[in-house]
T-cell receptor, first 112, second 116 residues
Protein backbone atom coordinates (compact mmCIF):
# COMPACT_ATOMS: atom_id res chain seq x y z
CA UNK A 1 0.00 0.00 0.00
CA UNK A 2 1.17 3.49 -0.69
CA UNK A 3 1.11 6.48 1.66
CA UNK A 4 2.35 10.02 2.03
CA UNK A 5 3.56 11.89 5.10
CA UNK A 6 3.89 15.64 5.15
CA UNK A 7 5.97 16.93 8.03
CA UNK A 8 4.47 20.02 9.63
CA UNK A 9 0.84 20.98 9.27
CA UNK A 10 1.87 24.66 9.42
CA UNK A 11 5.07 26.27 8.18
CA UNK A 12 5.91 29.97 8.47
CA UNK A 13 8.63 31.71 6.49
CA UNK A 14 9.54 35.33 6.01
CA UNK A 15 8.97 36.98 2.66
CA UNK A 16 12.10 36.48 0.56
CA UNK A 17 13.26 33.44 2.55
CA UNK A 18 13.62 29.86 1.34
CA UNK A 19 10.48 27.74 1.31
CA UNK A 20 10.93 24.05 2.18
CA UNK A 21 7.91 21.78 2.51
CA UNK A 22 8.66 18.16 3.36
CA UNK A 23 7.06 15.06 1.90
CA UNK A 24 7.99 11.41 2.43
CA UNK A 25 6.27 8.60 0.60
CA UNK A 26 5.88 4.89 0.87
CA UNK A 27 5.31 2.78 -2.20
CA UNK A 28 6.07 -0.83 -3.08
CA UNK A 29 6.65 0.04 -6.73
CA UNK A 30 8.24 3.08 -8.42
CA UNK A 31 5.85 5.92 -7.71
CA UNK A 32 4.46 8.91 -9.45
CA UNK A 33 4.56 11.93 -7.15
CA UNK A 34 2.70 15.23 -7.21
CA UNK A 35 2.52 18.54 -5.44
CA UNK A 36 -0.76 20.43 -5.54
CA UNK A 37 -1.59 23.87 -4.11
CA UNK A 38 -4.93 25.05 -2.76
CA UNK A 39 -5.73 28.72 -2.36
CA UNK A 40 -8.61 29.78 -0.09
CA UNK A 41 -12.05 28.79 -1.37
CA UNK A 42 -10.61 27.06 -4.41
CA UNK A 43 -9.94 23.54 -5.57
CA UNK A 44 -6.46 22.05 -5.91
CA UNK A 45 -4.10 23.08 -8.69
CA UNK A 46 -1.13 21.04 -9.91
CA UNK A 47 2.26 22.60 -9.09
CA UNK A 48 4.49 19.84 -10.46
CA UNK A 49 4.81 16.09 -10.84
CA UNK A 50 7.47 13.38 -11.00
CA UNK A 51 7.01 10.59 -13.53
CA UNK A 52 10.44 8.87 -13.48
CA UNK A 53 12.18 11.21 -15.91
CA UNK A 54 14.43 13.89 -14.34
CA UNK A 55 14.72 13.66 -10.56
CA UNK A 56 14.64 17.46 -10.23
CA UNK A 57 11.24 18.67 -11.31
CA UNK A 58 10.42 22.30 -11.99
CA UNK A 59 6.89 23.56 -11.58
CA UNK A 60 4.88 26.71 -11.78
CA UNK A 61 5.44 29.88 -9.74
CA UNK A 62 9.13 29.13 -9.19
CA UNK A 63 8.63 25.91 -7.22
CA UNK A 64 10.69 22.78 -7.71
CA UNK A 65 10.97 19.38 -6.06
CA UNK A 66 13.65 16.68 -6.03
CA UNK A 67 12.89 12.97 -6.03
CA UNK A 68 15.28 11.11 -3.73
CA UNK A 69 14.69 7.38 -3.87
CA UNK A 70 17.19 6.56 -1.11
CA UNK A 71 15.37 8.90 1.27
CA UNK A 72 11.87 8.19 -0.12
CA UNK A 73 11.38 11.95 -0.20
CA UNK A 74 9.95 14.53 -2.57
CA UNK A 75 10.42 17.85 -0.81
CA UNK A 76 9.10 21.08 -2.35
CA UNK A 77 11.28 24.19 -2.42
CA UNK A 78 11.24 27.77 -3.62
CA UNK A 79 14.28 30.02 -3.25
CA UNK A 80 12.40 33.19 -2.30
CA UNK A 81 8.95 33.27 -0.74
CA UNK A 82 6.34 35.75 -1.90
CA UNK A 83 3.20 36.80 -0.09
CA UNK A 84 1.12 35.23 -2.85
CA UNK A 85 2.57 31.80 -1.96
CA UNK A 86 0.44 31.65 1.19
CA UNK A 87 -1.77 28.61 0.64
CA UNK A 88 -2.12 24.96 1.56
CA UNK A 89 0.16 22.49 -0.19
CA UNK A 90 -0.53 18.81 -0.72
CA UNK A 91 1.88 16.05 -1.66
CA UNK A 92 0.38 13.01 -3.39
CA UNK A 93 1.53 9.57 -4.56
CA UNK A 94 0.26 6.92 -6.91
CA UNK A 95 1.63 3.93 -8.78
CA UNK A 96 0.74 2.66 -12.18
CA UNK A 97 -2.64 1.19 -11.44
CA UNK A 98 -3.95 2.73 -8.27
CA UNK A 99 -5.68 5.70 -6.76
CA UNK A 100 -3.91 8.94 -5.94
CA UNK A 101 -3.33 9.29 -2.21
CA UNK A 102 -2.85 12.73 -0.71
CA UNK A 103 -1.02 13.82 2.41
CA UNK A 104 -2.80 15.84 5.07
CA UNK A 105 -1.42 19.10 3.75
CA UNK A 106 0.91 21.85 4.94
CA UNK A 107 -0.39 25.36 5.35
CA UNK A 108 2.29 27.87 4.35
CA UNK A 109 2.26 31.25 6.07
CA UNK A 110 4.36 34.12 4.73
CA UNK A 111 5.53 36.69 7.26
CA UNK A 112 6.07 40.26 6.03
CA UNK B 1 -11.87 24.68 -22.33
CA UNK B 2 -14.18 24.67 -19.32
CA UNK B 3 -12.80 23.26 -16.08
CA UNK B 4 -14.38 20.83 -13.66
CA UNK B 5 -17.73 22.14 -12.51
CA UNK B 6 -19.31 21.17 -9.22
CA UNK B 7 -22.82 22.00 -8.03
CA UNK B 8 -24.06 23.16 -5.67
CA UNK B 9 -21.18 25.17 -4.18
CA UNK B 10 -22.71 25.50 -0.75
CA UNK B 11 -25.48 23.65 1.00
CA UNK B 12 -26.82 23.08 4.48
CA UNK B 13 -28.62 19.88 5.40
CA UNK B 14 -30.15 18.47 8.54
CA UNK B 15 -28.89 15.32 10.23
CA UNK B 16 -30.67 12.27 8.80
CA UNK B 17 -31.33 13.82 5.40
CA UNK B 18 -29.62 12.79 2.20
CA UNK B 19 -27.69 14.88 -0.31
CA UNK B 20 -26.66 14.58 -3.94
CA UNK B 21 -23.66 16.42 -5.35
CA UNK B 22 -22.95 16.80 -9.03
CA UNK B 23 -19.71 17.00 -11.00
CA UNK B 24 -19.18 17.78 -14.68
CA UNK B 25 -15.66 16.83 -15.79
CA UNK B 26 -13.46 18.55 -18.33
CA UNK B 27 -14.64 17.73 -21.83
CA UNK B 28 -13.09 14.47 -23.01
CA UNK B 29 -12.19 13.25 -19.53
CA UNK B 30 -13.59 9.85 -18.64
CA UNK B 31 -12.27 9.50 -15.10
CA UNK B 32 -14.04 11.22 -12.22
CA UNK B 33 -12.88 10.91 -8.62
CA UNK B 34 -14.35 12.22 -5.40
CA UNK B 35 -12.50 13.31 -2.28
CA UNK B 36 -13.67 14.48 1.12
CA UNK B 37 -11.64 17.29 2.67
CA UNK B 38 -11.79 18.10 6.37
CA UNK B 39 -9.38 20.17 8.50
CA UNK B 40 -8.15 17.24 10.55
CA UNK B 41 -7.99 14.51 7.91
CA UNK B 42 -6.90 16.32 4.76
CA UNK B 43 -8.12 14.80 1.49
CA UNK B 44 -9.58 11.35 1.74
CA UNK B 45 -10.36 9.31 -1.36
CA UNK B 46 -14.00 8.33 -1.73
CA UNK B 47 -14.20 6.61 -5.12
CA UNK B 48 -13.24 6.81 -8.77
CA UNK B 49 -15.39 6.16 -11.80
CA UNK B 50 -14.08 5.47 -15.27
CA UNK B 51 -16.36 4.90 -18.24
CA UNK B 52 -19.37 4.47 -15.92
CA UNK B 53 -17.67 1.79 -13.79
CA UNK B 54 -16.46 2.22 -10.23
CA UNK B 55 -12.76 1.53 -10.46
CA UNK B 56 -11.58 2.17 -6.90
CA UNK B 57 -13.24 2.80 -3.58
CA UNK B 58 -11.93 4.35 -0.39
CA UNK B 59 -12.67 3.39 3.17
CA UNK B 60 -16.05 5.05 3.67
CA UNK B 61 -19.33 3.54 4.87
CA UNK B 62 -22.00 2.44 2.44
CA UNK B 63 -23.94 5.67 3.06
CA UNK B 64 -21.56 7.20 0.52
CA UNK B 65 -22.29 6.17 -3.04
CA UNK B 66 -21.75 7.46 -6.52
CA UNK B 67 -22.41 6.90 -10.16
CA UNK B 68 -21.23 8.08 -13.52
CA UNK B 69 -23.34 8.70 -16.57
CA UNK B 70 -22.57 8.01 -20.22
CA UNK B 71 -21.52 11.65 -20.74
CA UNK B 72 -18.97 11.21 -17.90
CA UNK B 73 -20.85 13.47 -15.50
CA UNK B 74 -20.88 12.06 -12.01
CA UNK B 75 -22.99 12.32 -8.90
CA UNK B 76 -22.26 11.32 -5.37
CA UNK B 77 -24.90 10.70 -2.76
CA UNK B 78 -24.69 10.63 1.00
CA UNK B 79 -27.66 9.16 2.84
CA UNK B 80 -28.61 9.50 6.50
CA UNK B 81 -26.33 12.47 7.01
CA UNK B 82 -24.30 12.76 10.19
CA UNK B 83 -22.69 15.85 11.70
CA UNK B 84 -19.28 14.41 10.84
CA UNK B 85 -20.12 14.47 7.14
CA UNK B 86 -19.69 18.24 7.15
CA UNK B 87 -16.81 18.81 4.75
CA UNK B 88 -15.67 20.12 1.41
CA UNK B 89 -16.34 17.52 -1.27
CA UNK B 90 -13.97 17.77 -4.19
CA UNK B 91 -14.36 16.24 -7.59
CA UNK B 92 -11.42 15.68 -9.92
CA UNK B 93 -11.32 14.53 -13.53
CA UNK B 94 -8.67 13.02 -15.76
CA UNK B 95 -8.45 11.67 -19.31
CA UNK B 96 -7.35 8.21 -18.13
CA UNK B 97 -7.73 6.14 -14.98
CA UNK B 98 -5.94 7.43 -11.91
CA UNK B 99 -2.38 6.16 -11.72
CA UNK B 100 -2.05 5.56 -15.44
CA UNK B 101 1.21 7.08 -16.76
CA UNK B 102 1.34 9.69 -14.03
CA UNK B 103 -1.95 11.07 -15.24
CA UNK B 104 -2.73 14.51 -13.78
CA UNK B 105 -6.15 15.00 -12.25
CA UNK B 106 -7.88 18.37 -12.33
CA UNK B 107 -10.03 19.57 -9.45
CA UNK B 108 -13.22 21.52 -9.24
CA UNK B 109 -13.78 24.17 -6.59
CA UNK B 110 -15.77 21.80 -4.43
CA UNK B 111 -19.12 21.62 -2.71
CA UNK B 112 -19.24 22.81 0.88
CA UNK B 113 -21.64 20.65 2.87
CA UNK B 114 -22.71 21.64 6.36
CA UNK B 115 -24.81 19.21 8.38
CA UNK B 116 -26.72 20.70 11.31
Amino acid sequence: AQSVTQLGSHVSVSEGALVLLRCNYSSSVPPYLFWYVQYPNQGLQLLLKYTSAATLVKGINGFEAEFKKSETSFHLTKPSAHMSDAAEYFCAVTNRDDKIIFGKGTRLHILP
Amino acid sequence: KAGVTQTPRYLIKTRGQQVTLSCSPISGHRSVSWYQQTPGQGLQFLFEYFSETQRNKGNFPGRFSGRQFSNSRSEMNVSTLELGDSALYLCASGPNPQGANGNTIYFGEGSWLTVV
